[in-house]
């Protein structure tokens, strides 16, 4: 059972345009839902998250929009850029030391 | 991210044993290790906070974790198998339950032959 579901598995948009990247979860405990961005060879890294309390959360070119009564989250990253092309990986988090993790889109910018 | 160093970085075994280590100097509570497989996210396997381990996932026996001070963490392999081939990442937060807000290390990739 994918408690997080990443529904695109990649990506590609054109340098410039809006990426979104979808994610839905099952569990209505979540309450903290992390995006966590990853280049090869490297850890992941915690880009932008929200709390279920709220329904979006921006920062710079990168904003959640969050809908709690759908399940379902998503990224966008505007004015995409070829240093974005990477993997993200949407989570969700509740009191009970639980992260669990979707399986990641693998996002490409075309310059 | 030197704010988290992980050693070795790279490992090639046969059936040995090894250890790998982890630093942070975040002043977190929370010490996690994780294992990657490729085109796979970060699989949960150890969970420490102060020193205490509080998760323990389904992981292996030759895998015996060590937590000597709040700062470090060790990862001790035994007869490593060929599906142990992986990046193992070290990780820490602020505090648990509030394991979202993670900080990974670079990782430590082993290949078994």
């Known amino acids: 059972q994918q408690q997080v579901r990443q529904s695109s598995q990649s990506l590609t948009v054109w340098e410039g345009e809006t990426a979104i990247l979808n994610c839905s979860y099952e569990n209505s405990a979540f309450d903290y839902f992390p995006w966590y961005q990853q280049f090869p060879g490297e850890g992941p890294a915690l880009l932008i998250a929200?709390?279920?309390v709220s329904d979006k959360k921006e920062d710079g070119r990168f904003t959640i929009f969050f809908n709690k009564r759908e399940k379902n989250l998503s990224l966008h990253i505007k004015d995409s850029q070829p240093g974005d092309s990477a993997t993200y990986f949407c989570a969700a988090s509740d009191s009970n030391y639980q992260l669990i993790w979707g399986s990641g889109t693998k996002l490409i910018i075309k310059p | 991210n030197t704010k988290i160093t992980q050693s070795p970085r790279y490992l090639i075994l046969g059936r040995a044993n090894k250890s790998l280590e982890c630093e942070q100097h975040l002043g977190h509570n929370a010490m996690y290790w994780y294992k990657q497989s490729a085109e796979k996210p970060p699989e949960l396997m150890f969970l420490?906070?102060?020193?205490?381990?509080?998760r323990n996932e389904t992981v292996p026996s030759r895998f015996i974790p060590e937590c000597p001070d709040s700062s470090k963490l060790l990862l001790h392999i035994s007869a490593v198998d060929p599906e142990d081939s992986a990046v193992y990442f070290c990780a820490s937060s602020p505090g648990a339950p509030n394991t979202g807000q993670l900080y990974f290390g670079e990782g430590s990739k082993l290949t078994v032959l």
């Open positions: 929200i709390r279920s």
């Open positions: 420490y906070n102060l020193k205490q381990l509080i």
